[in-house]
């Protein structure tokens, strides 16, 4: 079992659909984070949450909602997505989160969503 | 913010070569990370190398901080070794940065 874990792997969703992605980490770390993975275009970090609580949200559309009921798991509800959205997400965890990646990041497997 | 650039962009080898990875940031770093992206995805952490030298089998990190460059280095390559590396950095209180990769592609 890797030390992040991510469902789904796969989701494919109309643009007026309601869903959710789940990331656990079992690393016993206090930071964890979301990030966003376009074709030909660098990670793009969007949320991090550190002991809990949201540190940093670069700017991210509010279709994307975050939660994070606990240091290991986090969530990434997602509503009235667009097609642009389509990518892959990818969660990590590192042992605390400020700055941002502070430690040692480790990632999930990702989760690839397609918006139809 | 710090900038990241990773070369070559690309890199075509046969099975069994070595390779050397190489990525230049513009800026003093706190914090320096090699990552393999597998063809799946998912991201794999290979080095955590703020500076100084690292070896995990047939992979090979070197981080010159205050050249600000850090190299890796693959050798006997395999298929398995194909994908995206990735080097990103922290400076400062900046989030960490990731370059745009190097893809790297072995033939049986």
């Known amino acids: 079992e890797t030390g992040v874990t991510q469902t789904p792997r796969h989701l494919v969703m109309g643009m007026t659909n309601k869903k959710s992605l789940k990331c656990e980490q079992h690393l016993g770390h206090n930071a964890m984070y979301w990030y966003k993975q376009s074709a030909k275009k660098p990670l793009e970090l969007m949320f991090v949450?550190?002991?809990?609580?949201?540190?940093e949200n670069n700017s991210v559309p509010s279709r994307f909602s975050p939660e994070c009921p606990n240091s290991s798991h986090l969530f990434l509800h997602l509503h009235t997505l667009q097609p642009e959205d389509s990518a892959l997400y990818l969660c990590?965890?590192?042992?605390?989160?400020?700055?941002?990646?502070?430690?040692?990041?480790?990632f999930g497997e990702g989760s690839r969503l397609t918006v139809l | 913010g710090i900038q990241v650039e990773q070369s070559p962009p690309d890199l075509i080898l046969q099975e069994g070569a070595n390779s050397t990875l190489r990525c230049n940031f513009s800026d003093s770093v706190n914090n320096l990370q090699w990552f393999h992206q597998n063809p799946w995805g998912q991201l794999i952490n290979l080095f955590y190398i703020p500076s100084g030298t690292k070896q995990n089998g047939r992979l090979s990190a070197t981080t010159v901080a205050t050249e600000r460059y850090s190299l890796l280095y693959i050798s006997s390559s395999q298929t398995t070794d194909s994908g995206v590396y990735f080097c990103a950095v922290t400076a400062g209180n900046e989030k960490l940065t990731f370059g745009t990769g190097t893809r790297l592609t072995i033939i049986p």
């Open positions: 990590a965890s590192s042992p605390r989160g400020t700055p941002p990646g502070t430690g040692e990041l480790f």
């Open positions: 949450y550190n002991f809990k609580e949201q540190t």
